[in-house]
């Protein structure tokens, strides 16, 4: 048995043929060391195949394939050769063993159920008893008059049967006896017949009972509103449906004949004092004589406003605008707070400010240098770099040098990021 890495000319077991690699290889779950044969056809022995077969897929996917183990057993110029091996291999007394995963005899390709209890069995029957058996005793069932697969068994469905115009459902085992009694097989069927109503119920007739049911009062159609034969009208806002006998009457009274659609009374706004209403379109003359105008009035957004100072800013009442701007502060929003001013650092302390231009030299007297870092660290720190497969850089503290250093470190003066 060869695995991948044993193999060092694997190319010499390339089929001579059709140029590809037809072998029968072996998994293994290391775990358990339950196995499956199979046979794989492939241009490319490293393509990581691992099997197909329905339990020994399900259990890779649960537990993962670093758990199994795959060996090569015999290399074949076709897949005739390769399956005609493998069918020695896999045999009855394998599958039965619990430690295989194969569902199918060998060299019987894609035979096979999810259910474990088949084991590559398929179902015959005689028509009274069903059974499973192997494919190789196939042949011997058939010639013994059994066929291939379940016995079909009768439906438990309710069937119609109907009697004087009335249809109930019954089951199939008391089909006789209702016939034997004037019952027939199928449901009352609709088709041809016409709904008929008296004004409270309603039904359907056939076309020769239709007449006997028009003469005892019954009427065609069925129960509801109906506006056949029936005209639309209208008036100002008002619309409704008529017989043709009343059309002449309701246009003597101002109707016109038609269908006027929802009438929507347009309202507009008009704005007076700071104050907005709607007032419908036959009003608006009334308004605009009284002073409104059309349309809303121009909005005040707020009562307030900005003011900055030194970096600083306030909401202020917009009646106190004077007096700030009186004190220095200027209109507006300052977004950037350090917008305009100077950074500068204090290394004794690790602290950093920012200062207004004027306040530079006096911070400068004091031992302040201009500029500041994105980081202050509470120790110095040095760039140290290795190289593995690429360089690598780092910062550490100078207490870790030496170790670093002992580790295959290397000392560098200034951190050069390469691309």
Not at 192 to 217: A, C, F, P, R
Not at 376 to 389: A, H, L, M, T, Y
Request: hydrophobic fraction near 30%.
């Amino acid at each position: 048995m060869l695995s991948v890495k044993e193999i060092e000319h694997f190319e010499d077991f390339r089929s001579k043929i059709d140029n590809k690699f037809h072998y029968v290889y072996k998994i293994t779950n290391l775990q358990n060391n339950y196995y499956y044969y199979g046979v794989h056809n492939t241009t490319n022995i490293n393509d990581g195949y691992m099997g197909s077969g329905v339990l020994i897929t399900r259990i890779q996917k649960k537990i993962g394939l670093s758990n199994f183990a795959k060996e090569f057993l015999k290399f074949f110029e076709t897949t005739n050769e390769a399956f005609e091996y493998e069918s020695k291999l896999v045999t009855k007394n394998i599958i039965d063993q619990p430690e295989c995963y194969n569902l199918a005899l060998g060299g019987i390709k894609g035979i096979g159920s999810v259910n474990g209890h088949s084991k590559g069995r398929i179902h015959v029957n005689n028509g009274v008893v069903e059974k499973m058996i192997y494919p190789h005793d196939k042949q011997e069932y058939l010639n013994n008059g059994w066929v291939i697969g379940c016995i079909c068994r009768p439906s438990r469905r309710k069937i119609y049967v109907n009697k004087n115009g009335h249809d109930i459902r019954i089951w199939p085992e008391e089909l006789q006896e209702y016939l034997d009694n004037g019952w027939q097989k199928s449901s009352i069927s609709n088709t041809g017949k016409i709904h008929i109503n008296n004004g409270t119920s309603h039904k359907m007739v056939s076309e020769e009972e239709l007449q006997e049911y028009l003469d005892n009062g019954w009427q065609k159609g069925k129960i509801g509103k109906t506006t056949k034969g029936l005209i639309w009208v209208k008036r100002e806002n008002e619309t409704k449906q008529i017989s043709e006998e009343e059309l002449q009457e309701y246009l003597d009274n101002g109707w016109q004949k038609g269908r006027g659609g929802k009438t929507i009374d347009k309202k507009v706004i008009v704005n007076k004092d700071n104050k907005d209403i709607y007032v419908s379109i036959n009003e608006l003359q009334g308004y605009l004589d009284n002073g409104w105008k059309r349309g809303r009035t121009k909005r005040i957004n707020s009562k307030f406003v900005w003011v900055n100072k030194n970096g600083k800013t306030k909401r202020i009442l917009k009646d106190d605008l004077i007096f700030y701007i009186n004190e220095g502060w200027k209109k507006g929003s300052n977004v950037n707070t350090n917008f305009g001013r100077v950074c500068v650092l204090n290394r004794n302390i690790n602290e950093q400010k920012y200062i207004q231009p004027e306040e530079l030299q006096e911070y400068l007297d004091k031992g302040w240098v201009r500029g500041c870092k994105k980081k202050v660290f509470d120790d110095e720190k040095v760039c140290i770099k290795k190289i593995q497969p690429k360089t690598w850089y780092k910062y550490i503290k100078k207490s870790q040098l030496q170790e670093h250093l002992d580790n295959g470190w290397v000392l560098v003066k200034q951190h050069k990021r390469s691309d």
